[in-house]
C-alpha cells in the first residue's frame, strides 16, 4: 500500500489550567451500603425511565438495560462527589442495586478518609498534538477530487442504465423483455460487484498498518475505495458464504465455515483474519481502521476459532479474540484488549464475565449446503429481483401503452385534466392496492414457510 505517513507538527501554546478553588472540600461519600443503596436506585430509575429500581432487581434481566445503558449509569455516579464511582466490571458482578451498594460500602469503608486539597499547582503542558498537514489547499483538493469521483460514478451508471433501459424496453414481448432484463441485469451485477475488487488492488494494493493524513492524496484512495467496497451489491449477500467469499477476495483471511450477518463491511481487509467457525452477527462492526486526531489509523483485528461476536458490537484496531471466545452484545474492545481463548467478556469497555454469550450449537450438515445455497441465492437474485428492477418499467410501458402516453413530451400533457385524473386513478390503485397485498405476503409467507422448519434442526 503506499500512502502518505502523518506529519507531527510543533506543540501548540497552552492555556494555564484551571484550579479550584483549595478552600472548597471534596464532599465525603456515604460510608453505609443503605445511604448508598438509595442514591444508586434513583440514579439508576432516571436512567432506565422507570418509577424506581427494587433492590434485588437484576440490572439486565429485570430492568431490560444492556452494557451501554449501564455505561451512561457508571459515568453519572463518576459525576457525583457523593458517590463512589463504579465500573462496568463492578456492574457485572454485581448486577443488583443491593448488591453494587454493598460492594461500594466495603470499598469506601476500607478506604483511607480524604487528605487536605494541596496547594493550587500550575498544571503542565500537555504533550504535543499531531494536526493533519496540508492547510486549506489540501482540504479543497480533497474535497474536489471527492466531488469529480462522486460526479463520475453516477454519470456512469446512468448513462449505463439509460442504454440498458432503452434495449429492454425495445423489446418485442414480455418473453424478450424478460430474457434481455436478465442479460442486463447479469452483466450490470458483475460489473458493479468486480469495480470494488479491482478498485482496491489497484488503488492500494495490500492493507499495512499505517497513518494517513486527513485530506491527503493517501485519504483520497482510502475514501475512494471504502466507499466503493461498502457499495458492492454483494453485501446484500451478507450471512451467505457469498458474502465471506467477497471478503476473501479483498484480501481478509477467513477459515472454513465463517458466518458474518453484520453489513458493515470492514475497510482494511487485508488486516482481518477469522478463525475457522466463527460467527460474527448483525451490525458489528470491526473496519480495522479508525480516525483519531487528524489520521486514519489501519490496524489488525484478529478473531480465532470458534469465537462469536454478537450484535451491535465494535472491535477497535489492535484487539483479538481467541478460540472459543465470545463477546456478548452492545460491547466493545478498545485498542490493544485481548479477550483470551475460552473466555465470555461483556461491557464498553469489555471486561469479564460470568455471565454466558449464548450460541447456536453446530449442527452437522452435507459439503454440498453451502453451495447450494449460495447458488439459489445468487440465482434468485438474478433471475427475479433483478429482472424485476431493471425491466419491469419497461415490461409495464410494453404491456400498457396508455401509460406510456403519460411520459410522452409535449405541451398538452400537462394542461389537460385528463392527465391528472388517469395519473391520480393510477396511483391510487397501485398505493391502496399494494396495502393488501403486502399485508398478505407478510402474514401467509411466514406462516407457509413456517411448516417447513423442524425444531431442532438446520
Do not use: N
Not at 494517513?212 to 466507499?227: M, P
Not at 452484545?329 to 485498542?335: D, G, N
Not at 469479564?352 to 445455497?373: E, Q, T
Request: with cysteine; net charge positive; aromatic share 8%.
Amino acid at each position: 500500500m503506499v500512502a502518505e505517513q502523518a506529519d507531527t507538527l510543533a506543540p501548540h501554546r497552552t492555556q494555564p489550567a484551571h484550579t479550584e478553588d483549595p478552600r472548597a472540600a471534596p464532599a465525603t461519600p456515604p460510608r453505609d451500603a443503605d445511604s448508598i443503596e438509595r442514591i444508586l436506585a434513583e440514579v439508576l430509575a432516571d436512567v432506565v425511565q422507570a418509577a424506581d429500581v427494587a433492590a434485588d432487581s437484576d440490572f439486565f434481566a429485570d430492568l431490560g438495560a444492556d452494557s451501554l445503558v449501564m455505561a451512561r449509569f457508571c459515568a453519572r455516579i463518576r459525576k457525583r462527589a457523593d458517590l463512589p464511582p463504579v465500573s462496568m466490571k463492578g456492574v457485572y458482578r454485581h448486577p443488583t442495586v443491593g448488591a453494587l451498594a454493598a460492594s461500594l460500602a466495603t470499598t469506601v469503608s476500607e478506604a483511607p478518609l480524604p487528605a487536605p486539597a494541596p496547594a493550587p499547582t500550575t498544571a503542565p503542558s500537555p504533550p504535543a498534538v499531531r494536526e493533519p498537514g496540508g492547510g486549506s489547499a489540501h482540504y479543497v483538493l480533497c474535497g474536489l477530487l471527492q466531488l469529480l469521483s462522486f460526479l463520475g460514478y453516477s454519470l456512469v451508471v446512468a448513462f449505463v442504465a439509460t442504454q440498458g433501459y432503452d434495449w429492454v424496453s425495445g423489446a418485442s414481448g414480455a418473453l424478450d423483455a424478460y430474457l434481455r432484463a436478465v442479460l442486463f441485469g447479469v452483466a450490470a451485477f458483475f460489473c458493479l460487484s468486480a469495480l470494488p475488487i479491482l478498485a482496491k488492488w489497484t488503488l492500494i494494493g495490500r492493507w499495512k498498518p499505517i497513518h494517513i493524513r486527513v485530506w491527503s492524496l493517501g485519504y483520497v484512495r482510502f475514501w475512494l475505495v471504502k466507499s466503493l467496497v461498502r457499495a458492492d451489491p454483494l453485501v446484500l449477500f451478507a450471512g451467505s458464504p457469498l458474502y465471506t467469499g467477497y471478503l476473501r477476495l479483498l484480501g481478509a483471511r477467513i477459515g472454513r465455515g465463517v458466518t458474518v450477518f453484520s453489513r458493515s463491511v470492514p475497510v482494511c481487509t487485508d488486516l482481518l483474519t477469522i478463525g475457522a467457525g466463527s460467527v460474527v452477527r448483525k451490525d458489528a462492526s470491526f473496519s480495522c481502521y479508525r480516525a483519531h486526531d487528524g489520521v486514519i489509523q489501519t490496524g489488525p483485528v484478529t478473531l480465532g476459532k470458534d469465537t462469536t461476536v454478537s450484535a451491535a458490537t465494535v472491535l477497535d484496531i489492535g484487539t483479538s479474540l481467541g478460540d472459543g471466545a465470545r463477546l456478548g452484545r452492545a460491547s466493545s474492545l478498545h485498542r490493544g484488549q485481548s479477550v483470551p481463548a475460552g473466555e465470555h467478556w461483556h461491557g464498553s469497555p469489555a471486561q469479564r464475565a460470568d455471565a454466558d454469550v449464548p450460541r447456536v450449537d453446530p449442527v452437522p450438515f452435507g459439503p454440498l449446503r453451502r453451495p447450494l445455497h449460495s447458488l439459489l441465492q445468487l440465482l434468485t437474485a438474478l433471475l427475479l429481483y433483478i429482472p424485476l428492477a431493471v425491466g419491469g418499467v419497461g415490461i409495464l410501458l410494453a404491456q400498457a401503452p396508455q401509460l406510456a402516453a403519460f411520459a410522452r413530451p409535449g405541451p398538452t400533457v400537462l394542461t389537460t385534466w385528463v392527465f391528472y385524473a388517469e395519473a391520480f386513478a393510477a396511483s391510487a390503485v397501485l398505493f391502496l392496492g399494494a396495502i393488501p397485498l403486502g399485508l398478505l405476503l407478510v402474514t401467509l409467507v411466514p406462516r407457509l414457510l413456517g411448516r417447513t422448519l423442524t425444531p431442532g434442526r438446520a
